[in-house]
């Protein structure tokens, strides 16, 4: 039909880390070196069967895959249309899809015989899930955390802190996940020698957006096959949130090339997209920050915006670049939930189905609440229930708090 | 092509002595006064002046130089108005060179293209852009040299003989060595690890080889001389600067000559070193 599309869309990226004109590796030279060792480190990885075996041995004992696929009966007659199915993500120890990740960057770290393991995270979720494997493989663990992120998830701060890391609370910028990234970036180029940086998105310099990837595709695979089993065939749509990017390409690499299977990314909303926002396809352009090219929240002159969320996970300018060049090829579509419409599918979820979503994945489940009425009965959708909902309790009750005060 | 940076480390080279190269960050702590200090710098002793293009990202700078930027950025600073003040300078002074230092996402979305013209006629000689490596050469690298433009390449201590060949390809100018893995305004190198770097730099290069970062004194600027073609000072140009302002960050009439007396001193210890040597 189109003859611009690419035969496959799960082909990138090219040698030099690019998805279309996204990606890349743009970082200092004190980096590159590491960079390129990383990259060759995580290709022999993935040739080895004794690494994947170990991961997989990992993946089912330590953080309790596959996780299940699950009806969910009453949300599908409240919406009166499509059948939904929650990828259960949230019951993985953690709390959240982050640990996928986290367990093969580690096991990668440990075969280039890092000590010291480093990351960025917003909602808390990767921090927590580097904290745990760091103190199941007995490494050193940092975390950067924005100091407002440190506020309004309280919860996973004191586990991370429990777990043994060292939370650095950043006090630059707008002190949410974009200034954690930065404030990592500064601490890998001075440790570079001794330190791997555990990105927990898949963004940044290649590898880490192909490699977060791949560690991440374990979410899709089992979907597909828990699906088979279930329904006889694949999912007619399916449906995740966005902060960088990596529960949703999770799911959704799989399913790529198989055209019939609609996909929808939704990023964060905030208070509008008129307003602040962490939307950065419905309300950015192309540009280069943390070490790729992709869509990012910006002014005029190429300055970078802040995010805004109530979902510290979401509350990032950027979005991983093979998302921005997803988005160009038309494949998946991306939409955007508020912050309001995010709080009414947590407060629905947890009623209906006696789940509590975490705030991120309350996003994809508040677009869920528009596509699935639009969807004949036989339509078969699948929601990444990313994480749970537990560190944002006490936030979400002083919300609500104050919503009746 | 010739540059006014080539021109320059000839000039250096004949009178045997390497070269001050000054860093700060354009519109700190406001266009009008940024521009008065860099029209300050030559006559204080600065050889080669480079110019920070404010970023709200910085992710390879130190505290003084992040703080720097956010003053630039809250007084208006643009990158178009970078230009305009290096143009505005090149009125005064046809031969300092000017290279312009920072990220590449202000140059993109200017658009490469029209940035080269810009910069080349405001005067523009080289540029230093912390966040494209050799591996991103086709983004700007390869297109400044085609505008006549120097590109600065940073080259650092991760930098080992397999990979300084790649490093040095497309580098004209002079490179420029980051004494320590780290970010701006931190650590300072040995002395004898400096010299050991640059001697393995110039085994693969005839550029200039100037040291940066963690320089701050006069006599730290005079041991790097020693051992390099030039001395590149930031942080403590910026936070000498940062001294003179008044309480909400703005300049006082002690600002200009703040940051000149530093600069002079510094030359004063970067032209020591030669006849220390001799
Ligand atoms: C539960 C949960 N879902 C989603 C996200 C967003 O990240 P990503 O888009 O990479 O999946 C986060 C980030 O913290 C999270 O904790």
């Not at chain 1, 290709?43 to 004794?50: T, V, W």
């Not at chain 2, 266009?31 to 990202?57: N, Q, R, V, Y």
């Amino acid at each position: 039909m189109n003859s611009q599309l690419p035969n496959s869309f799960r082909s990138g990226p090219d040698d030099r880390g690019h998805f279309g004109i996204f990606g890349g590796r743009f970082v200092a030279e004190t980096l590159m070196p590491l960079i390129l060792d990383l990259e060759q480190a995580y290709a022999d990885a993935k040739a080895d069967p004794a690494f994947q075996r170990e991961m997989n041995g990992y993946l089912k004992d330590y953080v309790g895959r596959p996780s299940p696929l699950y009806y969910a009966e009453r949300l599908t007659q409240h919406l009166g249309g499509a059948k939904i199915y929650f990828k259960r993500e949230e019951l993985n120890h953690t709390g959240s899809h982050k640990v996928n990740n986290v367990l093969g960057q580690i096991m990668v770290a440990r075969r280039m015989g890092k000590k010291r393991i480093i990351a960025e995270t917003g909602a808390g979720q990767h921090g927590v899930a580097t904290a745990t494997l760091c103190a199941r493989f007995g490494l050193e663990c940092i975390v950067f955390m924005g100091a407002v992120d440190v506020e309004r998830q309280q919860p996973n701060v004191i586990r991370m802190e429990m777990l043994g890391a060292t939370v650095v609370p950043v006090q630059v910028g707008a002190r949410t996940l974009k200034d954690a990234m930065n404030e990592a970036m500064r601490d890998w180029v001075t440790n570079v020698a001794d330190t791997f940086y555990c990105i927990g998105t898949v963004a940044g310099p290649h590898p880490y957006p192909m490699m977060v990837r791949d560690f991440q595709s374990i979410i899709g695979v089992e979907t597909k096959a828990q699906m088979q089993e279930v329904e006889g065939r694949l999912p007619d749509s399916l449906v995740a949130c966005i902060g960088g990017g990596s529960n949703a390409m999770g799911l959704f690499h799989p399913f790529l090339d198989d055209p019939s299977v609609e996909i929808f990314g939704v990023e964060a909303a905030g208070h509008g997209l008129t307003q602040l926002h962490a939307a950065s396809i419905a309300g950015g352009r192309a540009g280069v920050l943390h070490g790729n090219r992709t869509y990012l929240l910006m002014d005029r002159d190429g300055q970078i915006e802040e995010g805004h969320s109530i979902s510290a996970g979401l509350d990032y300018p950027g979005i991983g670049p093979e998302h921005a060049w997803l988005h160009e090829m038309k494949r998946v579509q991306y939409l955007s939930a508020t912050d309001d419409e995010a709080l009414e599918a947590f407060k629905l979820l947890s009623k209906l189905e006696g789940i509590i979503p975490a705030l991120e994945p309350a996003h994809a489940i508040a677009k869920v609440m528009e596509l699935a009425p639009a969807r004949p009965a036989d339509h078969l959708m699948v929601v990444n229930l990313s994480g749970r909902g537990d560190k944002d309790i006490p936030q979400v009750a002083e919300i609500l708090r104050k919503g009746k005060g | 092509m010739t540059t006014r940076i080539d021109t320059r480390f000839k000039a250096l080279e004949a009178e045997g002595r390497a070269a001050l190269v000054t860093f700060l960050m354009a519109g700190d702590p406001d266009l009008k006064t940024s521009l008065d200090i860099i029209t300050a710098l030559p006559a204080a002793g600065a050889d080669i002046i480079e110019i920070g293009m404010p970023f709200t990202d910085p992710m390879a700078d130190g505290p003084a130089i992040q703080a720097a930027g956010i003053r630039a950025l809250k007084a208006g600073t643009t990158l178009h108005k970078t230009l305009d003040m290096v143009a505005a300078f090149r009125n005064g002074d046809a031969t300092t060179p000017i290279v312009l230092m920072g990220y590449y996402n202000p140059i993109f979305i200017y658009g490469v293209d029209q940035f080269l013209i810009d910069a080349k006629q405001a005067g523009v000689d080289g540029l230093i852009i912390v966040d494209l490596p050799p591996e991103e050469d086709s983004e700007l690298c390869i297109p400044a040299m085609r505008a006549g433009l120097n590109f600065i390449r940073l080259a650092t201590p991760t930098t080992d003989d397999k990979r300084l060949p790649a490093v040095l390809a497309n580098t004209s100018g002079f490179v420029y060595y980051v004494s320590i893995t780290g970010i701006t305004g931190s650590a300072s190198a040995k002395s004898s690890d400096v010299g050991a770097a640059v001697a393995r730099i110039r085994r693969h290069t005839k550029l200039p080889v100037c040291v940066g970062f963690g320089i701050r004194t006069p006599e730290a600027a005079r041991d790097i001389a020693r051992h390099a073609s030039g001395a590149v000072v930031g942080s403590a140009l910026v936070d000498a600067l940062k001294a003179s302002l008044d309480a909400d960050g703005r300049a006082t009439p002690k600002t200009v000559s703040a940051v000149a007396d530093l600069v002079a001193a510094l030359a004063q210890g970067v032209r020591g070193a030669k006849q220390a040597a001799e």
